[in-house]
């Protein structure tokens, strides 16, 4: 954890990688909606992905989060700030819990050590900005802050055919079937023959 040494050769060209999918764009969009859903007592994070990270770290402004989404049913009893790092990750991993209790899909949730090592805060930002767009989408009442800031989710649209409906449905040739008008096979000859062709 903290005591690990520098990344040199692959493993540095990696983390490269991945520290290059962070948007510090939507870092500001998420400071700003986590200010927003959970009010001012959360405070404010340096800029920059470093003090993103130092903001997050402890798993309690998550919980704040995640809670604020569910006001009548809190999924985090107890949150508790401590400086102790396997508390810091308990804390984390129970917002990853009601994230995924939530509606997040599995693919969407970060790793407890992207966050707390700091390996994939992209994959932080991912998992929050997942959270924000199922926020926006339920229209429960629990979201605040501009709904423009996360993109909704696509909602299912059922439809409701009557017996009549569905009957007739089954006389309709779809032009995606084609068709054989015309067609014959005149002048086809057995699989590997050569055609014959005669000049007149």
């Given at each position: ?101 939530y509606g997040v899909t599995k693919t969407?949730?970060?790793q407890t050590v992207d966050l707390y ?23 429960d009442g629990t979201y605040k802050g ?55």
């Amino acid at each position: 954890m903290s005591n690990r040494g520098p990344a040199y050769g692959f493993s540095r060209e990696m983390q490269n990688k991945i520290d290059k999918k962070y948007d510090p764009e939507l870092e500001e969009t998420l400071v700003e909606w986590i200010k927003a859903q959970c009010g001012s007592s959360i405070g404010q994070p340096e800029p920059g992905k470093t003090g993103f990270q130092n903001w997050l770290k402890d798993g309690c402004v998550l919980s704040e989060l995640i809670n604020s989404l569910n006001p009548h049913n809190k999924p985090i009893k107890s949150i508790k700030s401590s400086g102790m790092a396997f508390k810091q990750m308990e804390q984390i991993s129970l917002f990853l819990a009601a994230a995924e209790t939530y509606g997040v899909t599995k693919t969407d949730i970060f790793q407890t050590v992207d966050l707390y090592e700091g390996k994939d805060l992209a994959a932080v930002q991912r998992t929050l900005a997942a959270l924000g767009s199922l926020a926006v989408t339920k229209l429960d009442g629990t979201y605040k802050g501009d709904p423009n800031w996360f993109h909704k989710k696509a909602q299912e649209n059922k439809r409701e055919f009557s017996e009549e409906q569905l009957n007739e449905g089954k006389s309709v040739i779809g032009l995606q079937m084609g068709t054989n008008k015309g067609a014959s096979q005149a002048g086809m000859r057995g699989y590997g023959q050569p055609r014959q062709i005669f000049d007149p």
